[in-house]
């Protein structure tokens, strides 16, 4: 096992005992292979919610076994953990116990700590565990967590790209929200939960050739060939990512009237 994983591991029995009730590696780890830039995905599920306390020394502690740019010993953790009851019996929106990831780094060090929070994310992240995910710790993910609907992973895949509505929403993260449209576009339209780079080579067949050059660069940087100077180019970025939501809606429509 990969020794930053199994750090992680040892801290999360530190902190967590007995309420500890499964750890599942998913996302890149396991689907698509580890890019320069990904992250490590963890899933945590938990019995009962988190003390303050509990919250506050967990999050702290990771930010030791977590790394921003990636080193050669470490790489970017993103960790999210739930109450297995929040989720089970499924319902939408579900609560997020806690999450944790290297864009909270500055938050964090600063004594900040999100609370527990109703999160749409949570429909994808579960979908994406139940079909790929390797358990650290306790069953299975498809046996732990019951199917998403159709209707509410339709539902969470607008609201996520609802999200981007101006330069703001996406500052810093440009790279990060183009692969992101471009998995949604896939998603709706195929049911398949794809590898950025895998969803932004299937779209650069269908876009528009205006559109291509920026989703090229993305999917390039994303795999470690390209310098990401998507903030350089807002006309264009802005003009993709207004493209790409209207061709999601239309595709959330579509699947409605069915």
């Not at 749409?120 to 565990?129: E, G, Q």
């Not at 609907?149 to 440009?174: R, S």
């Amino acid at each position: 096992m990969n020794l930053q994983i199994s750090n992680a591991l040892t801290l999360l029995h530190h902190h967590l005992g007995d309420n500890l009730l499964a750890v599942h590696l998913f996302g890149s780890a396991v689907s698509g292979g580890l890019k320069p830039a990904s992250d490590i995905d963890l899933l945590v599920t938990v019995r009962t919610p988190l003390s303050d306390s509990t919250r506050k020394a967990l999050m702290t502690d990771l930010l030791r076994l977590s790394a921003w740019p990636a080193t050669a010993h470490l790489r970017p953790l993103e960790v999210t953990l739930l109450v297995h009851d929040a989720v089970r019996p499924w319902r939408y929106r579900p609560m997020r116990e806690l999450q944790f990831g290297e864009w909270l780094r500055d938050e964090l060090q600063a004594g900040r700590f999100e609370p527990a929070m109703a999160d749409h994310d949570l429909a994808i992240l579960l979908s994406k565990a139940r079909q790929h995910a390797i358990s650290l710790l306790g069953p299975p993910a498809a046996e732990l967590f019951e199917p998403v609907p159709e209707a509410d992973m339709i539902h969470a895949l607008h609201d996520t790209a609802a999200q981007w509505n101006g330069p703001d929403d996406w500052l810093g993260d440009e790279c990060n929200v183009v692969l992101a449209l471009a998995r949604i576009w896939l998603t709706l339209s195929s049911g398949e939960i794809a590898a950025k780079d895998v969803a932004a080579d299937w779209l650069l067949e269908r876009l528009p050739p205006e559109h291509r050059p920026l989703l090229e660069t993305a999917r390039d940087v994303y795999l470690g060939q390209a310098r990401d100077d998507l903030a350089q180019r807002p006309q264009a970025l802005a003009a993709f990512i207004g493209y790409a939501r209207r061709q999601i809606e239309r595709l959330r429509s579509e699947s409605a009237n069915r």
